[in-house]
């Protein structure tokens, strides 16, 4: 069963991480979260130890240059404590922008995986993300691409959306496979 959330926003984490680990104790043995600054993983990580539930968990956060030239979104402290804990953290090129945004950032229009980011957006800025992490992590050998793994996503801060993925690689997109639907919101943001 999907849970709905009515508004898409960080006040969703909780649930959504509680959701996703329910959903994992059902035989998922790999999370992959989207966590740009790190604190959305490290709430996942409490829970996680909290259910005494051990997992493969994947940390993808942005890479660096993303929020500016030389900037690193989340500190080494803070990677350091995740891998500390258990956890592998991945920064890397967006799976679905990449050198495509910085063309038509220069040069105006858009291409092919701009207009697939877009149209996943249709389905909430949170799963398009976690299709985007998904192929990340397995692109970088840290998930299998032979079973379904839970991806969590966002639409800003924290996480909002949680899906059951078979994972594909940037060269076998269109082989992604969205299984389940755990939770997302119904609406991007409050209408006034």
């Known amino acids: ?32 979260i989207a ?7 490290k709430m996942l990580l409490d829970m996680l130890e909290k259910e005494n539930l051990n997992v493969n968990v994947v940390v993808v956060t942005y890479h660096q240059g993303f929020s ?17 804990r258990g956890a592998t953290v991945f920064s890397g090129t967006h799976a679905l922008s990449g050198v495509e945004r910085g063309i ?15 149209t996943l957006k249709t389905l909430g ?21 032979k079973k379904e793994i839970i991806a969590i996503g966002g639409s800003s801060r924290g996480a909002d959306s949680a899906v059951v993925i078979r994972p594909s690689n940037m060269n076998t997109f269109f082989d992604i496979e969205l299984r389940e639907l755990i939770c997302m919101p119904k609406n991007k943001k409050k209408h006034e």
């Open 125 to 145: 800025q949170g799963v398009k993300v976690c299709y985007e992490v998904t192929v990340m992590a397995a692109d970088a050998g840290l998930v299998s691409t």
């Open 35 to 41: 966590s740009s600054y790190g604190e959305t993983a």
């Open 104 to 118: 038509s950032k220069r040069f105006g229009g858009y291409g092919p995986v701009e207009v697939i980011a877009q």
């Open 1 to 32: 069963m999907t849970e709905y959330f009515e508004y898409a926003g960080v006040e969703n984490t909780e649930n959504t991480l509680k959701y996703a680990i329910e959903r994992a104790k059902l035989g998922i043995s790999d999370i992959v």
């Open 68 to 84: 500016g030239p030389d900037v690193v979104a989340m500190p080494e402290n803070v990677k350091k404590d995740l891998e500390k």
